[in-house]
């Protein structure tokens, strides 16, 4: 849960405040060093927070359906393993981001039609053929956000199915936690997804949709 809400803090901080200075601001701009800090911290924390909800759930999988096991199998040391791995695979992930960023030539125009530094509308900056990097982009952040949204709910399945068995106190306590980690989920993975699955192509709402994920998931996380 630290780890949690660390992520979901620096997450929102690599967004909101320079969100709301532009709002004020009649001229925005961005330099593109800026540009790139935003892009890989944007992904760092965003991407952390995907996987320490992956080890959430593996930990009430644990809790619920081997609660005589939790504390053999979820010990200390096990914990600080996965979260160093969480850390790392969200470096990797970033640094991935950014070299592709940095990959692409430009000569042209420099507006960005969002709110935000992100691959994608860098893409559209571009004075080059962008297809493979938009493959690669596609198969990294598209990739991670499904395969987790899959894996999440089907660890979710796993455990409401389990619940079948346990008292009624029981099923209240499991239901109130796993209903509230679905509905961050969904608000968080469905416009990931819409984002980052699909070829380099932009639509009007693509902004709006964004909101759900960078502004929206985070200010509902107590």
């Known amino acids: 849960l630290f780890h949690l809400s660390l992520s979901d803090t620096c997450f929102s901080t690599s967004i909101a405040p320079r969100m709301i200075v532009d709002a004020?601001?009649?001229?925005?701009?961005?330099?593109?060093?800026?540009?790139?800090?935003?892009?890989?911290?944007?992904?760092?924390?965003?991407?952390?927070?995907?996987?320490?909800?992956?080890?959430?759930?593996?930990?009430?999988?644990?809790?619920?359906?081997?609660?005589l096991h939790y504390g053999a199998i979820m010990s200390q040391w096990v914990c600080g393993v996965l979260v160093a791995l969480a850390w790392l695979g969200s470096c990797v992930h970033s640094l991935v981001q950014i070299f592709l960023a940095l990959s692409l030539p430009f000569c042209g125009p420099n507006v960005i039609n969002h709110y935000l530094c992100d691959l994608q509308p860098l893409l559209q900056l571009a004075c080059a053929d962008t297809y493979v990097i938009n493959l690669l982009l596609v198969s990294n952040s598209g990739a991670i956000c499904t395969v987790s949204f899959v894996v999440l709910m089907i660890s979710y399945v796993i455990i409401l199915r389990s619940l079948r068995n346990h008292?009624?106190?029981?099923?209240?306590?499991?239901?109130?936690?796993?209903?509230?980690?679905?509905?961050?989920?969904?608000?968080s993975f469905g416009p990931c997804i819409f984002i980052y699955t699909r070829p380099a192509t932009t639509f009007p709402m693509d902004k709006v949709i964004s909101v759900f994920y960078t502004l929206g998931t985070p200010l509902l996380n107590p």
């Open 24 to 67: 004020l601001v009649k001229n925005t701009t961005i330099s593109f060093t800026e540009c790139i800090v935003q892009v890989f911290s944007f992904h760092f924390f965003g991407c952390l927070e995907i996987f320490i909800l992956i080890l959430m759930a593996f930990d009430r999988y644990v809790a619920i359906c081997k609660p």
């Open 167 to 187: 008292s009624a106190e029981g099923r209240r306590k499991a239901l109130s936690t796993c209903i509230s980690h679905i509905i961050v989920v969904v608000l």
